[in-house]
């Protein structure tokens, strides 16, 4: 079966960095395209960014432009989220997740998710 399991995540102080990680298995990695997604309390689930399968454009949220960056690693079936200059307004549960072929940032056209993995911002 499929999974997908993040890791990395924790307790940083705001301006401070982190790396998450999502590796996969049970799947054929490069045929899908990833995404991360994050959801804070009371919030509903919002969209961060997204890496097609090899080469293409990369999306991001507005809201992390400039300060988060995406990756993969085909041979290692991994996918990284680079989160630097970070704000207590990026506490959330963040998700992985993967698309079949197609880079989308619309989470419900995700096939498979990771349980997530928390990441709290402290002033």
């Known amino acids: 079966q499929v999974q997908l399991v993040e890791s990395g995540g924790g307790l940083v102080q705001a301006g401070g960095s982190l790396r998450l990680s999502c590796a996969a298995s049970?799947?054929?990695?490069?045929?899908?395209?990833m995404g991360w997604f994050r959801q804070a309390p009371g919030k509903e689930r919002e969209f961060v960014a997204a890496?097609?399968?090899?080469?293409?454009?990369?999306y991001y949220a507005d809201s992390v432009k400039g300060r988060f960056t995406i990756s993969r690693d085909n041979a290692k079936n991994t996918v990284y989220l680079s989160m630097n200059s970070l704000k207590v307004e990026d506490t959330a549960v963040y998700y992985c997740?993967?698309?079949?072929?197609?880079?989308?940032?619309?989470?419900?056209?995700?096939?498979?998710w990771g349980q997530g993995t928390q990441v709290t911002v402290s002033s």
């Open positions: 890496i097609p399968r090899s080469v293409g454009k990369i």
């Open positions: 997740a993967a698309r079949y072929l197609v880079v989308t940032t619309t989470g419900l056209e995700y096939n498979y």
């Open positions: 049970g799947l054929t990695f490069s045929n899908y395209a």
